[in-house]
């Protein structure tokens, strides 16, 4: 076997600086994965399988079914904000063959009910930011049972004002929903936005969410998303850098504080940034549907660490003129989701990335173009092993994915073919105890390791 001078260098950087065990471990890796790196395996590109249809029957044009969509690990909801002018939403168990539950409020003064949905294991949030309460509109959510579909809150904000559009937008995180009031005034100004937390048990308000630099128009809680003690809140008509480029803002759902206030590097006039939020872990990704690079309103989509606040990358695609890229954003495991539905003519496309490396992995581009079934990628979400995405058509219609063809071990350089390079980038993990090459999850890394390795490569991706 010939190594090349980067793995000579390893090896005598190995030598100097480790124990003779890692030597020998990192030369039995090479030995063993040595016919993966002389004779390539042939690329298994990721091609998304073929969709799901999601209609429900009795459904009209307009009434807007796909318009929100949500999901859990075994559970989908979707909402149609203009069914018989009020407004459905409906909650699909794939644990129960796919059988749809339609939600519906127990009184009848919803009005643009199902504009937002949110669902998790345990709770389905449904938005009505038109409610009519008490004589006035300031809008509400509706709290579910997912399993039974049973309703069991409905909540309004202590301090709601009318048109406050409170139910613009909602996110479940645990026993906690974070709702945004993108129309709320109060000290900071008209439409300058609010977000509240509530308990999903009690129904009880927490703490209200105001930024500290609140103005006019900046429309904060547009777009909620959660995450452990983290809440990150979009606020696309914020001024930024002297011009109203959106932004978004950090919260410690604990406490209430604000945690940091997140701005794009490269803000202009008119991006919309924060239209769409995501939040996992440490990472955060915020849509941009209009900024104008490379094309103006192409559309661009930020990742930031949510301890530093620091941009990690900006993520494009669109090459045309209001593709909307940014539009929605989703974000689970390795794969954020990005739709675009203004690419193709309105005819729309979703772009999956991998979270690590900001690398395109996979376009999903819309099965049914025809012009009565646009918007593709309107609304997107992931979790667990499915994603859905919505449209604006007339067709009334969602699409459900199948993500396990992105999951795929062997694949360490995430760029959806099996081939030399995973071999090389497992070497290297392998050489120093890096945990992306602890193949068998005990914790060490020795002969097992390679050979789990090499039995993942040999399986190919699913």
């Known amino acids: 076997m010939i190594l090349s001078n980067e793995y000579v260098g390893t090896f005598v950087m190995k030598k100097t600086r480790t124990q003779v065990l890692s030597i020998r471990r990192y030369a039995i890796g090479c030995i063993l994965v040595n016919s993966i790196v002389c004779t390539p395996a042939l690329a298994q590109e990721c091609v998304p399988p073929s969709p799901e249809l999601i209609q429900e029957k009795g459904l009209l044009a307009g009434e807007r079914f796909g318009y929100s969509v949500s999901a859990s690990a075994t559970k ?22 796919g059988q749809s539950i339609q939600l519906l409020p127990d009184d009848g003064d919803r009005l643009l009910y199902g504009r937002s949905v949110a669902v998790s294991e345990s709770v389905v949030a449904v938005g009505s930011p038109a409610d009519y309460v008490n004589g006035t509109f300031p809008g509400s959510v509706y709290l579910f049972n997912s399993s039974t579909g049973d309703q069991q809150f409905k909540i309004v904000p ?30 900071n100004g008209i439409q300058s936005g609010s977000a509240y937390l509530f308990d999903t048990i009690t129904g009880d308000q927490l703490v209200k969410l105001l930024p500290v630099d609140g103005e006019n128009n900046g429309q904060f809680g547009f777009s909620v998303a959660m995450s452990g003690t983290t809440i990150i809140v979009g606020a696309p008509g914020k001024e930024g850098n002297q011009v109203v480029t959106g932004s978004a803002y950090l919260f410690d759902s604990i406490t209430g504080n604000q945690i940091a206030r997140l701005e794009p590097s490269d803000g202009a006039v008119g991006d919309q940034f924060g239209r769409a939020v995501a939040i996992q872990g440490d990472l955060v990704v915020v849509g941009a549907p209009r900024s104008g690079w490379p094309l103006s309103g192409s559309g661009s989509a930020y990742v930031f660490n949510i301890h530093t606040g620091e941009q990690l990358y900006k993520l494009y695609q669109s090459s045309i003129e209001r593709d909307n890229f940014g539009h929605s954003v989703s974000i689970h495991e390795q794969t954020i989701l990005v739709g675009a539905p203004g690419a193709n003519n309105w005819i729309g496309t979703v772009y999956g990335f991998n979270t690590r490396t900001g690398d395109l992995v996979a376009e999903f581009i819309n099965p049914d173009k025809q012009r009565w079934n646009i918007g593709f990628g309107l609304e997107v979400a992931i979790s667990g092993n499915q994603a859905i995405v919505g449209t604006r058509g007339t067709r009334q219609s969602a699409y459900i994915y199948d993500m396990r063809f992105l999951q795929c071990k062997a694949d360490l350089n995430r760029d959806c073919s099996l081939d030399a390079f995973d071999a090389s980038a497992f070497l290297s993990a392998f050489a120093s105890n890096d945990q992306a090459a602890d193949f068998n999850g005990d914790g060490v890394y020795n002969f097992f390791d390679i050979s789990a390795f090499l039995i993942e490569f040999a399986a190919g991706c699913p």
Request: glycine residues 14%; aromatic residues 8%.
């Open 158 to 187: 202590a301090d709601a004002v009318t048109n406050g559009e409170f139910g613009s937008s909602v996110a479940i995180e645990g026993d906690q929903v974070v709702v945004g009031a993108s129309n709320d005034f109060d000290m």
């Open 76 to 97: 989908l909801v979707i909402g149609a904000p203009d069914f018989d002018g009020v407004g459905s939403a409906y909650l699909i168990d794939n644990l129960a063959q």
